[in-house]
């Protein structure tokens, strides 16, 4: 028998009002589980009578197991595989930052220590970008909100999280219920992130796109670009074809009025791919009517599921010189830190269907783009 996540909001809001319970007592429970995490949701006191025989029939604290934790070397970047009440395998990346270590953009760090956690909306994912390991799994399913959540939980046992980012595996605005659900509860009691501290990546689901800051304002939207032009996005990453760079700037633009806010776009470079000083300068044009950060990403090695090598770091450089002096965008281009947990973009995948480890790399915290 399958049970719900207890943060599932929706199930359990649908079975309180059902039962004529207050949808208030919900964040009082959410908090009786992260401080008892042994303990099942039916422990929390002083909820109405007839709350406890619905917990304990229909719901769990947590639906979701550890599977494993497998730390880097340099103790910066854990990643957690989380097997699901179906038997599905996900997997989430903590990252930790310490701002006394480096600069950013030139300047000292700023901030306190903290932790990231990138999470899973799928298992899966059915866009087929061919750069990217989970891609290669395809679409298996979608996750609950609660399942999502749980991600969360799961990472709070290691740190004190402070951004979340949905760069796991799977689209998140494919799951666009859930996903938006999801992160209306971690705003919540007694998660209380703040939606500036949470960012949503996505290769450009249109219609989507064009919804969520109504649905999640103040919210960091990242998307998934990879080429300046549309035949070389359509090679790499077969989805794009049913959403044109045209529609999709036209629809960055359109979000960018309403939200206010910079828009940050992921670009992998791929050697003799997306690599060359023509593609900076036509990505710099297609980027001209935007407010953006592009965060320039080595690729990450797949062992057989791809083709593509990694660019040299003096290409990166050369790439990143003509966007920043000729176009005034700004860039963080990351740098490979760790060799050892395959926990980098496009590296995550379903340890039941791949047995891969490759390495990690997020060297430049969401906050630090946010200066």
């Given amino acids: ?166 760069m796991g595996m799977g689209e998140p605005l494919n799951n666009y219920s859930a996903v938006v659900e999801a992160i209306q509860i971690m705003t919540k009691v007694p998660f209380q992130l703040s939606p500036k501290k949470i960012t949503v990546s996505t290769v450009g689901i249109i219609h989507n796109i064009n919804k969520l800051h109504d649905d999640l304002p103040n919210v960091n939207l990242a998307i998934s670009l990879h080429a300046p032009v549309q035949d070389i996005r359509c090679r790499i990453m ?52 935007l407010q953006v950060v592009v965060n320039l990403i080595p690729f990450n090695p797949i062992g057989s599921l791809s083709t593509f090598t990694t660019i040299t770091e003096q290409s990166t450089m050369r790439f990143q010189k003509i966007l920043r002096s000729i176009y005034n965008i700004r860039i963080t281009a990351h740098q490979q830190m760790v060799q050892d947990i395959s926990g980098a973009g496009g590296q995550l995948v379903n340890l039941s269907e791949q047995r891969y480890f490759g390495e990690a790399s997020l060297s430049t915290d969401i906050e630090d783009l946010n200066i």
């Fill in 238 to 289: 077969p989805a794009a074809r049913a959403f044109p760079l045209e529609r999709l700037i036209d629809a960055l633009q359109v979000y960018q009025t309403k939200s206010q806010q910079k828009i940050f776009i992921e670009y992998i470079m791929l050697d003799g791919v997306n690599d060359e000083e023509q593609h900076a300068h036509q990505l710099g044009k297609l980027l001209g009517t």
């Fill in 1 to 166: 028998m399958s049970f719900h996540s207890v943060f599932d909001l929706g199930a359990i809001r649908s079975e309180f009002q059902a039962a004529g319970i207050s949808p208030q007592f919900i964040p009082s429970i959410w908090k009786y589980v992260l401080q008892n995490p042994k303990s099942e949701a039916h422990g929390t006191p002083s909820l109405p009578s007839s709350a406890y025989p619905i917990l304990i029939s229909k719901f769990r604290s947590m639906t979701s197991t550890l599977e494993s934790a497998v730390e880097s070397k340099d103790g910066i970047t854990t990643k957690l595989l989380v097997k699901l009440q179906n038997g599905s395998f996900v997997e989430a990346v903590i990252m930790k930052y310490d701002p006394s270590l480096g600069t950013y953009d030139g300047k000292p760090r700023t901030g306190s220590q903290r932790s990231t956690v990138c999470i899973s909306s799928q298992v899966g994912c059915k866009m087929g970008c061919k750069f990217c390991a989970t891609g290669s799994m395809g679409f298996k399913s979608n996750l609950s909100s609660g399942e999502i959540v749980e991600q969360l939980v799961h990472a709070l046992s290691f740190s004190r999280i402070r951004n979340v980012v949905f």
